[in-house]
């Protein structure tokens, strides 16, 4: 034991300026398993596991003591990782007001009950010592972080994380009951700390009475006395300073309590109801957890996982038959054979009486075909989740809450079997699932539709229409007169961007490249001609052809992936790649909300899988029968795929709502953008 | 000659209208076009060869212009003249070898063909000799006493019949025959060219290969039939090859060998070649410098085989094999095809405002039916004389064609 503890002292100031060093693994074992069992399954070891993982910073700073500090480091920090938003602590202050102290006495407690078990003086003093060798570097941490906030919203954590171990154990906890089981945590840990400390003092008094100590127990037990003695000397200090420190006297002796002081007379400032706080600080104590769940994106269904598959079958709403001979490498995306399933589905229409007829009319659309591109497809999802929403009424004895969320998760899983959803998609989602997360209880069920809503109709507004519009106005920018402008397929903001360019009187020409099978380029061109721009039409295979006489290129993108990929219709990868072969610039204009965390190096890990009839059919060559009846051939397969990713490298610049950046910058992106996404 | 006449110009007409397509069938009808104009070309007493290469040219020039695209046709004239140098080289030999070596040399009647603008005779003959000959060290001894004794000696072997008066009957029909015999083995070559080359697949194609292709080549189709049928399992994607959509008619062919075919469209080439392990792909006409001009899509094909580092093969005859040295050859060695491969006139029609416009159309389309791709992205060429590096290109076509060909154009004069 000694030998363990001896270096722990001299390392533990090294130990705290780097690495990824799990708290547990520093401190010795007798501590560190003594914590999660003495905080008895409430969540802060959890949060010890898993905060390396969670954390960005490459260095990191184990938290200083207790368990409860632990907590308390690993919550503030959790919270500027996963970019919790700020102000959310604020309206749990209010209770916190009268229990001020606790954040302090988290600490002060722990220091008096030492105290007051006979050792510990030297050590106590030494440990805060140490707190403020570790405190200093961690605030210095906060404050690169920027702004004290984070800071400031350190101890307001702390209280966070006191209340979640109410309500983890004594379910609705109260604030003084809060109190009594931090106190009790607390107390719980002077036994393993009174050694600690023991050891300590040896170490720090009688720096040479190692080896004596293990001979000699009288040694042993006057240094004991002595420890005893300087522990209740201790004690009575901390007993004064404790009490000074929740008066609000300013007594700098502890840093903690000059932390927690300034913080909570902020808090106290936007005081909010009390019920209201309480009910929003169940949500956000949920939240760091949730968050760093979401750092890591979910696996997406395989569908070479037979189990697994079979599962969602027997769930699913729409009977989907597999296509027979399937293209091996993408055994994991699901096929089905189009067409067959669509009168079973409007002859279920009355049938289904759990998924709203809205959304059933958008599914239909998403199967036939008759709603794609990304925005479209947004724009559709959301404005049926609204109809929904509108006609929804909470069931007797269920939360809207609770209720409203599965049912639009069930929504989900019916687009999802129509058609797999795009990132667009699932960002809008995640967005409106988080909105009905928050929603305050206080809300009667009308104002928290109204509200959902509205926040359906803003994040529309905002997020797709607006936006469009501000790339719109980037774009521009980048159109000189005599330019001969490529795009690719049919994108609408690449669109917006040509007819803007011909109302600003720009004097320039359209290449658009289309492919099989979907052809939509000839519906761009169609409104480009009739708009009177000045257009070349050509298909994919020429690109080498025209890429001469191009200058720029501009293209749509499905979604733009943190590693710069950018995930787009299928041929998107071919243009881009033609380009930068040739030198033209490659601009990517994409709206932010389609930005994704996930990473992804080539087409085929994920993608969609169209319908491989439309390949064996060319519309206009009827002659062109070669390979009609190719699923009786189980040598002959057609593979249509619907998407690939662009390696960042072919794209010179992405064009969104938040500016011109080039595609390194694409994670930045991400994580400002989802802390703004949670705030709205 | 008026059949021969009728037969050109119906010929002309032919490859005018693009009613014969494609490197192989028109090479093939140019050699039996070319074959029958030699045939009926009446021979003089003196300077057959001249006579002959002269008929050769004029036709050849015709042919060429008709469509100066399809370049095997230029190819095939090529290849007949340097076969009647050749052959005339031969039979000069021997005649000098008979008759014990003529000294001097009269320039008259040879002047004939050597005296082409902006090249001097002797160095082209020099030129013409030493691609004709093979390089041995005799060859090369040989004529450095020769060209130091004599001023002009390369100049000597068109005119040395002239001398040998006994013999030239004979030697004349000799000639013509040999000719005809020569060029009915090139013929031969163009219609084999497939099965050498494919002889070569179990060398480059291994058990569970993937390979690419796009569009549909015969000696890529027969090529991967070898394989099959060595018993090797393989897998090949076949990109359709838009507009013309031949992937579909390779696809079914590959099929019906038993072979793992899956058909993906054009714009799926660079998702799929990441899993690639080879690209095959045909050509139209390979170049001096190694690159190639292919069906288009093939230039996309080649560049993300690069990017991932897939090696792009090209199989193709050797009568593909095209002495010139492109030049910006994506537009001056295309064709462009009708628009209606791309879109409906009728779609276009009703959004068209052709009355406002000052009469310039709005809408133009494109439809290139070549690409080129240069020699940097070509990693192989499989021929039928074996594999070569593209920088090994300008070797294969010094041993095909002479030098003084490489402008197909009659003299001025005549």
Not at chain 2, 196 to 212: D, G, K, R
Not at chain 2, 348 to 374: E, Q, R, T
Request: hydrophobic share 40%; charged share 20%.
């Amino acid at each position: 034991m000694e030998l363990r503890r001896a270096p722990r002292t001299v390392i533990d100031p090294k130990v705290r300026q780097v690495g990824f060093i799990t708290p547990g693994a520093t401190l010795p074992p007798a501590r560190s398993h003594s914590v999660p069992t003495d905080a008895c399954s409430t969540s802060p070891p959890a949060l010890d596991v898993s905060l390396p993982g969670s954390s960005i910073s490459p260095v990191m700073i184990p938290p200083p003591r207790h368990a409860s500090a632990d907590g308390l480091s690993s919550l503030a920090r959790s919270a500027a990782t996963a970019a919790a938003p700020v102000p959310v602590p604020v309206p749990a202050s209010h209770l916190r007001r009268d229990t001020v102290q606790i954040p302090v006495g988290s600490y002060n407690p722990s220091e008096t009950l030492l105290g007051s078990s006979p050792m510990m003086s030297p050590s106590s003093g030494l440990d805060a010592g140490s707190e403020f060798s570790n405190e200093v570097p961690t605030s210095t941490w906060l404050g690169r972080r920027g702004s004290g906030k984070f800071a400031s919203s350190f101890p307001a954590t702390s209280g966070e994380m006191m209340a979640m171990k109410t309500t983890g154990g004594g379910g609705g906890g109260s604030t003084p009951k809060s109190s009594l089981t931090t106190a009790s945590v607390v107390k719980a840990l002077p036994g393993v700390s009174e050694k600690d400390g023991g050891a300590l003092i040896e170490m720090q008094n009688e720096g040479t009475s190692k080896p004596q100590k293990q001979k000699t127990s009288k040694a042993e037990r006057r240094a004991i006395q002595e420890a005893q003695r300087a522990a209740k000397a201790a004690a009575k200090e901390a007993g004064g300073v404790k009490p000074s420190a929740s008066s609000g006297g300013a007594v700098p002796a502890l840093k903690q309590g000059k932390v927690a002081k300034p913080s909570s007379q902020r808090k106290d400032g936007p005081q909010v109801t009390a019920p209201v706080t309480s009910s929003e600080k169940k949500v956000v104590d949920r939240l760091p957890e949730k968050d760093r769940k979401k750092d890591v994106p979910h696996p997406r269904m395989q569908f070479d996982d037979k189990h697994r598959v079979e599962k969602a079958k027997r769930r699913a709403v729409v009977n989907q038959s597999e296509a027979r001979s399937r293209v091996e490498l993408f055994r994991h995306l699901p096929q089905y054979i189009r067409g067959t399933q669509l009168p079973d589905l409007e002859s279920k229409f009355f049938q289904l009486d759990p998924i709203h007829p809205s959304v059933y009319k958008v599914g239909l659309q998403y199967l036939s075909g008759d709603i794609s591109g990304g925005n479209a497809r947004c724009i559709a999802m959301l404005l049926a989740f609204k109809e929904a929403i509108k006609d929804y009424s909470t069931p007797p004895e269920k939360a809207l809450v609770r209720d409203l969320t599965a049912k639009i998760g069930s929504y989900v899983s019916f687009f999802i079997e129509c058609r797999p959803l795009s990132i667009s998609m699932g960002n809008a989602i995640k967005f409106l699932k988080s909105r009905i997360a928050k929603l305050p209880h206080t809300l009667s069920e009308s104002e928290a539709k109204s509200s959902l809503q509205s926040d359906i109709d803003r994040f529309i507004n905002e997020k797709i229409v607006i936006a469009d519009k501000v790339i719109v106005r980037h774009a521009v920018t980048k159109i000189r007169d005599g330019d001969v402008l490529l795009t690719y397929g049919s994108s609408s903001v690449v669109e917006m961007i040509f007819l803007y360019a011909l109302e600003l009187g720009k004097h320039f020409r359209v290449v658009v490249v289309d492919s099989r099978p979907k052809l939509d380029g000839q519906a761009l061109l169609c409104r480009l001609v009739a708009k009177g721009l000045n257009c070349t039409y050509t298909h994919i295979n020429a690109i080498s052809y025209i890429m001469h006489e191009v200058t720029r290129v501009f293209l749509g993108a499905s979604s733009v992936l943190s590693n710069g990929t950018v995930y787009s219709r299928v041929g998107t990868a071919c243009v881009a790649m033609a380009a930068h072969a040739f030198q033209v610039p490659v601009l990517v204009c994409c709206e932010a909300y389609k930005f994704h965390e996930r990473v992804q190096l080539d087409s085929i890990c994920s993608n969609e899988l169209g319908d491989p009839d439309v390949i064996s059919k060319v519309p206009g060559w009827k002659d062109l029968n070669h390979l009609d009846n190719w699923a009786d051939n189980e040598n002959l397969q057609l593979l249509n795929l619907t998407y690939d990713a662009t390696p960042s490298d072919y794209v010179s610049m992405i064009i969104t709502d938040y500016g011109m950046l080039p595609p390194t910058s694409v994670p930045v992106l991400v994580r400002e953008y989802r802390r703004e996404h949670l705030w709205i | 000659m008026p059949d021969v006449q009728a037969l050109v110009n119906d010929f002309v007409l032919k490859l005018k209208r693009r009613k014969i397509e494609g490197s192989h069938a028109s090479a093939r009808h140019t050699a039996e076009l070319l074959r029958s104009v030699i045939s009926h070309q009446r021979m003089r007493q003196t300077n057959q060869a001249g006579a002959l290469i002269d008929a050769v040219k004029a036709v050849g020039e015709q042919l060429i212009a008709a469509n100066p695209v399809e370049l095997a046709v230029g190819n095939i004239v090529r290849r007949v003249l340097h076969i009647i140098r050749e052959e005339d080289l031969s039979s000069t030999a021997t005649a000098i070898e008979g008759l014990g070596l003529s000294a001097g040399s009269d320039d008259d009647d040879e002047g004939q063909y050597e005296d082409r603008p902006a090249l001097s005779a002797a160095a082209l003959a020099a030129a013409a000799r030493s691609t004709l000959r093979a390089p041995s060290l005799q060859t090369l001894l040989g004529d450095i006493p020769g060209s130091a004794v004599t001023p002009q000696p390369p100049s000597s072997w068109g005119d040395s019949e002239g001398k040998s008066k006994s013999d030239k009957n004979l030697r004349s029909r000799k000639l013509k025959h040999d000719v005809i015999e020569a060029i009915n083995e090139l013929i031969q070559d163009i219609d084999t060219c497939h099965e050498q080359v494919s002889e070569q697949a179990v060398e480059h194609i291994h058990q569970n290969e993937v390979i690419l292709t796009l569009g549909r080549s015969r000696t890529v189709k027969e090529f991967l039939c070898a394989a099959k049928e060595k018993n090797r399992s393989f897998r090949v994607f076949v990109a359709e090859g838009a507009p013309r959509y031949q992937g579909h008619v390779l696809a079914k062919e590959l099929v019906g060998k038993g072979i793992q075919t899956t058909v993906i469209t054009d714009s799926a080439v660079f998702a799929m070649i990441s899993r690639v392990n080879m690209v095959i792909v045909g050509a139209h006409a390979i170049m001096a410098n190694g690159g190639v001009v292919a069906p288009v899509g093939i230039n996309m094909v080649a560049l993300a085989a690069q990017r991932h580092a897939v090696p792009f093969v090209v199989v193709a005859g050797s009568h593909k094999l095209c002495p010139l040295y492109p030049h910006n050859s994506e537009v001056l060695l295309n064709d462009l095809k009708s628009p209606s491969d791309l879109v409906d006139f009728g779609e276009f029609s009703d959004c068209m405002d052709f009355g406002s416009h000052g009469g310039s159309p709005l809408l133009h389309v494109v439809n290139p039916a070549f690409d080129y791709v240069p020699p940097k992205l070509v990693s192989l060429f499989i021929t039928d004389t074996g594999g070569h590096n593209p920088s090994y290109m300008y070797r294969l076509i010094a041993d095909y064609y002479s030098a003084d060909d490489l402008v197909v154009k009659q003299r001025s004069t005549s």
